[in-house]
């Protein structure tokens, strides 16, 4: 049906797994933002926003 996949090496063995978007600096794959082609969780990026 046309989804992507992640292709990884984990422990001597080739992983495939759909992709999903996740937060480039938490992980989170919730409610993903795109930022100059990054992807930011709503609390890196208000994190982000009180430190600069």
């Given at each position: 049906n046309g989804d992507s996949l992640e292709i990884f090496v984990e422990d001597?063995?080739?992983?495939?797994?759909?992709?999903?978007p996740a937060c480039i600096f938490c992980g989170n794959a919730d409610d993903i933002a795109v930022f100059k082609?990054?992807?930011v969780?709503?609390?890196?990026a208000k994190e982000m926003s009180q430190k600069i």
């Open positions: 001597n063995k080739i992983i495939l797994k759909k992709y999903q082609g990054r992807n969780c709503p609390a890196c």
